[in-house]
């Protein structure tokens, strides 16, 4: 039996959503709540909804936001297993965080492959998730450090006074990179 594409978008969707709520749970049952401001805490469940909704513009939007920094743990996460890392994590998690940053990406991208719609300006859907999030990382400053927008998570950048303004643009100039990227990925994949 052949599964149909809408079939495993509704699988995706289900368990993205289904595992984002475990997730925020877990996150605010047992760290303080503030981190279900953190990305990659939040926006699995958003990927989710946008996929069983076959809302292709949220799905990517939410895909692009979530990208570096979650491609970023997963490196890190891999490097730590070998006995090294070159971030500093804390690897204090256990299996549904785990679980939520190893599979939020793959998911969200077989998502967007099966749905193949160009969506040229899903970057302006990721620049309004970010000036949402913006007010509550600046009301919890520094010592939550979310999404580390106010200074640098790891030892290797410099913490300097311009750091929040330039790792908002460097952020969405690769955004805007990924999606058109993604674009050409779909657009390959379409002519075949």
């Not at 990305?39 to 570096?68: D, Q």
């Not at 006995?83 to 939520?100: H, Q």
């Not at 300097?160 to 999606?179: R, T, V």
């Amino acid at each position: 039996m052949k599964i149909k594409r809408g079939d495993w978008l509704n699988i995706i969707g289900i368990f993205l959503v289904v595992l984002g709520i475990i997730h925020l749970i877990q996150t605010i049952l047992t760290v303080e709540p503030i981190h279900v401001f953190w990305l990659c805490n939040h926006v699995i469940l958003f990927i989710g909804i946008a996929i069983l909704f076959r809302n292709s513009f949220w799905l990517r939007a939410e895909f692009l936001v979530l990208f570096l920094g979650q491609i970023i743990w997963i490196i890190n996460f891999i490097f730590k297993i070998f006995g090294s890392a070159f971030v500093v994590i804390d690897y204090r998690i256990n299996f549904i965080p785990a679980i939520v940053h190893l599979l939020t990406l793959p998911l969200g991208f077989v998502a967007i492959m099966l749905m193949k719609k160009e969506e040229k300006s899903a970057w302006k859907g990721s620049l309004l998730h970010m000036i949402v999030l913006l007010p509550v990382v600046l009301y919890f400053g520094s010592y939550y450090n979310l999404n580390c927008l106010l200074k640098p998570c790891v030892t290797w950048l410099p913490n300097i006074s311009i750091y929040p303004f330039g790792i908002f643009l460097f952020y969405m100039a690769f955004i805007i990179f990924l999606n058109y990227v993604i674009e050409w990925i779909i657009k390959k994949s379409s002519k075949r």
